[in-house]
């Protein structure tokens, strides 16, 4: 089954603590990105690759890293985690970046940063 | 990068039909149209896409004005199930000499309410 897979689902954590959220797909695309979204806020992009080693920022790219060592998998890592990055999180990934492709969300990461 | 606007809620009875509004008055050529949908404690899922043209899918209808400055997505007979949060967004191509243009602004969306 295609899919975009993120873990943990949950994630309770303390200020300062480096964590890394997971996202792999099974469907050999090209493009992937991580959003957050906030009550109120919407879904708001945080980086994106366009294919292995091209990463690039988002709208909310501060205090988050991406790396995109592999095709499938491109995790969303928080050196320092502090309460404001209290949100919930998705993955997606698309064939390619052009405009006509259709995105493949993840089930979401609830992370919560005390 | 151009943005949508769309109303913050709307209402439905359940077998009629409803449409969805988007507003994107900045869109660019090569911009496509994207609808897609959030159901509560889920990831937003594509619901349907296009450039100028009408598109019709299994899931929905979307209406693109002529000048491409509005939008409109139509579920043709609303359930339940349809309860959610839909987001229009414009999705640009690479900018493959100056980088960029792959950045997707989602909003807020509209929450749309089913009764019976």
């Known amino acids: 089954e295609a899919q975009v897979t993120q873990n943990p689902r949950y994630l309770i954590t303390v200020t300062g603590k480096k964590l890394t959220v997971t996202c792999s797909q099974n469907m050999n695309h090209e493009y992937m990105s991580w959003y957050r979204q906030d009550p109120g806020l919407g879904l708001r992009q945080i980086y994106y690759?366009?294919?292995?080693?091209?990463?690039d920022k988002g709208d909310v790219p501060e205090g988050y890293k991406v790396s995109r060592k592999e095709k499938r998998n491109f995790p969303l890592i928080l050196e320092s985690p502090s309460p404001n990055q209290t949100s919930l999180y998705f993955c997606?990934?698309?064939?390619?970046?052009?405009?006509?492709?259709?995105?493949?969300f993840g089930s979401g990461t609830q992370l919560s940063v005390l | 990068d151009a943005k949508t606007t769309q109303p913050n809620s709307m209402e439905s009875n359940e077998e009629e039909p409803v449409h969805l509004p988007c507003n994107h008055s900045t869109i660019s050529g090569t911009d496509y149209i994207h609808w897609y949908r959030q159901l509560p404690s889920q990831g937003p899922e594509y619901v349907i896409h296009?450039?100028?043209s009408n598109v019709n899918n299994r899931m929905a209808s979307l209406a693109i004005a002529e000048d491409r400055k509005s939008s409109t997505l139509i579920l043709h007979r609303a359930t339940l199930r349809d309860a959610a949060v839909y987001y229009c967004?414009?999705?640009?191509?690479?900018?493959?000499?100056?980088?960029?243009?792959?950045?997707?602004?989602f909003g807020t969306g509209t929450q749309l309410k089913v009764e019976l």
């Open positions: 690759s366009m294919n292995v080693e091209v990463t």
């Open positions: 997606a990934s698309s064939g390619t970046g052009y405009s006509n492709e259709k995105l493949f």
């Open positions: 296009g450039l100028t």
């Open positions: 967004i414009l999705r640009a191509s690479p900018r493959i000499l100056t980088g960029g243009g792959n950045k997707l602004t």
